[in-house]
């Protein structure tokens, strides 16, 4: 098993930044991908950024350049920066952890097999 546990939302005004962090805990070697969702109300949860065990990331389109994922691996704790934040980005995130690769459960968000409780994340324009 794996637990996760989220904090770092708030409120911000857009172009603002926030730091969200995922404290990990339990078998997470057998997660190769560690990642942030969200979801939006009235919305699919979808996959915003993967740290893979390599250490390689993925990315949504809709965040490159301004989110920046990362751990602590003494710590077992797992960031995403978010900058320049837009109304847009207003959501719940999620941090959650996968048997497959980020490439693929950012995109089927379905196969993941761990998920936090999420922190939300609001962004007013």
């Known amino acids: 098993q794996v637990q996760l546990v989220e904090s770092g939302g708030d409120s911000v005004q857009a172009g603002g930044s926030l730091r969200l962090s995922c404290a990990a805990s339990?078998?997470?070697?057998?997660?190769?991908?560690m990642g942030w969702f969200r979801q939006a109300p009235g919305k699919e949860r979808e996959g915003v950024a993967g740290?893979?065990?390599?250490?390689?990331?993925t990315y949504a389109d809709s965040v490159k350049g301004r989110f920046t994922i990362s751990k602590d691996s003494a710590k077992n704790i797992l960031y995403l920066q978010m900058n320049s934040l837009k109304a847009e980005d207003t959501a719940m995130y999620y941090c959650?952890?996968?048997?497959?690769?980020?490439?693929?459960?950012?995109?089927?968000?379905?196969?993941?097999?761990?998920w936090g409780q999420g922190t939300q994340v609001t962004v007013s324009s």
């Open positions: 339990g078998y997470t070697y057998r997660s190769p991908c």
């Open positions: 740290l893979n065990s390599d250490e390689s990331t």
């Open positions: 959650a952890a996968s048997r497959r690769s980020c490439w693929y459960s950012l995109r089927a968000p379905s196969i993941v097999n761990y």
